[in-house]
């Protein structure tokens, strides 16, 4: 088994930063990829930006340029940084794993606010 737990979320001004980690433990060679996926109130959830295995990288163009997703396999850990936040950023940010043996595993999610 995958378990993910997520941190970093909280209160930021527009245009400020936040760091989102998605840390995994268990069974993660089975990991392929790993997403970040967030959900305003009242619509969809939507996926943000992901990584896989390989290393390539994809993005939702509302926050290209603006947020990075990066891994550190040392410390079994996927970060989504988040810069020039806008209000419209605000939303639960969730991680998500896919991978062998159809695992699809979701966080806990973390709150974020962009306002002022």
């Known amino acids: 088994q995958v378990q993910l737990v997520e941190s970093g979320g909280g209160l930021v001004q527009p245009g400020g930063s936040l760091r989102l980690s998605c840390a995994a433990s268990g069974s993660i060679a089975s990991i392929l990829s790993v997403g970040w996926y967030r959900q305003a109130p009242g619509k969809e959830r939507e996926l943000v930006a992901a990584?896989?295995?390989?290393?390539?990288?994809n993005y939702a163009d509302s926050v290209k340029g603006r947020f990075t997703i990066s891994r550190d396999n040392a410390k079994n850990t996927v970060y989504l940084q988040m810069n020039s936040l806008k209000p419209e950023d605000t939303a639960v940010y969730y991680c998500?794993?896919?991978?062998?043996?159809?695992?699809?595993?979701w966080g806990q999610g973390t709150q974020v606010i962009v306002s002022s």
């Open positions: 998500n794993a896919k991978g062998w043996g159809k695992l699809d595993l």
């Open positions: 990584i896989n295995v390989g290393g390539s990288t």
